[in-house]
């Protein structure tokens, strides 16, 4: 007589207890290059193992586990990618994703994860430098060669809902990190010019990029913290992608103040954020994002509309509009200084 496994219904707490095998799985697989590997017809085992430089076993215990996790399907002993992973982890794909586990599973990011019981009980990280808001954290060099492909969608976005801005318009890039927000309205509006902010080190590289892409006649780079540097006067706009968040309300309404003043009337700010639902608990990702922010800074969070909306008014910007920016999880905020 044969026994029938039954299918057992999924576990929340088991799968939860397993998640940090499915990351470590994801990163080898993209390490070993495996969905492209798929892509280019390499679609069973045995010819995994060769395209990938790995053991048999491996490679098909591997792909197994991405077929649960529901990235690749399997039918008669061969893999095929899924529509999301063809588009996000086949290297070839212009939306690539891969390179982003440099900065997303980094070992500066997931050892803010090990002591996640004391960041609850004090309300903040438990690393000693500050966590990821340290000054020139390496991080935001993992983040600033990895996270390009992420950005490419908001940084659009962005550039389109300003342009067109006025000719000779002067705009500031707070974080520019990639300098992917600041190379999309370079492009959008010819006579523009944009003053980037962030560390030296990281600097550095967006110079290096927005070299690559033949923009370095409209663009400067102003090193420091956002906080203390001297911003100037004059522009027409500042982009603020993915750094209030790292921050509490109060300082993030004095960083606002400041961004106020160096804006001219009329001028128009742009933030980039994960901004979940009232109830802080949907959409997934943007509610979630608290969690990353309670391991990795001090006082950091995933703020809602309404709450941008009154640290925004409080610093005394107005005509507030909000953008989702589907498929990504991130949402454009836009105000206005009166």
Not at 57 to 62: A, F
Not at 308 to 315: C, D, I, R, S, V
Request: with cysteine; hydrophobic share 45%.
């Amino acid at each position: 007589m044969t026994q029938t496994v039954q299918q057992q219904p999924t576990s929340v707490v088991f799968d939860t207890f397993f998640g940090h095998q499915k990351t470590a799985a994801l990163k080898a697989a993209i390490e070993l290059d495996l969905f492209t590997a798929i892509a280019e017809g390499y679609d069973t085992a045995p010819r995994l193992a060769e395209r990938c430089r790995a053991a048999e076993r491996g490679v098909r215990i591997l792909a197994d586990g991405m077929t649960v996790i529901g990235l690749l399907t399997k039918k008669d002993q061969t893999y095929q990618l899924t529509q999301e992973s063809a588009m996000l982890l086949d290297a070839r794909s212009p939306a690539y994703m891969g390179k982003a586990a440099d900065f997303l599973v980094s070992p500066d990011l997931m050892r803010a994860y090990d002591h996640m019981t004391e960041a609850v009980r004090r309300g903040g990280t438990t690393l000693n430098d500050g966590g990821t808001i340290a000054p020139e954290h390496p991080a935001w060099i993992a983040f600033a060669t990895s996270m390009r492909a992420f950005a490419a969608l908001p940084a659009q976005a962005a550039a389109r809902h300003l342009s067109p801005l006025p000719g000779g318009a002067r705009v500031l890039d707070i974080a520019a990190s990639h300098g992917e927000y600041g190379m999309s309205i370079l492009r959008s509006n010819p006579q523009a010019r944009v003053v980037a902010v962030d560390w030296a080190n990281v600097l550095k590289l967006t110079r290096q990029f927005v070299a690559e892409a033949g923009l370095a006649d409209r663009w400067e780079a102003l090193p420091g913290s956002a906080f203390d540097v001297d911003l100037g006067t004059g522009y027409d706009a500042a982009l603020v992608p993915n750094f209030v968040h790292h921050f509490e309300p109060e300082r993030i309404v004095a960083f606002y103040r400041r961004l106020h003043a160096a804006l001219n009337p009329g001028g128009r700010v742009a933030l980039l954020e994960f901004v979940p639902n009232e109830d802080r608990v949907s959409p997934p990702i943007p509610a979630s994002f608290s969690m990353t922010m309670l391991a990795t800074t001090a006082q950091g969070d995933a703020y809602t509309e309404k709450q941008h909306q009154a640290m925004l008014a409080e610093a005394g910007f107005n005509r507030v509009e909000v953008h989702p920016i589907p498929p990504t999880p991130q949402t454009l905020i836009l105000a206005s200084r009166p």
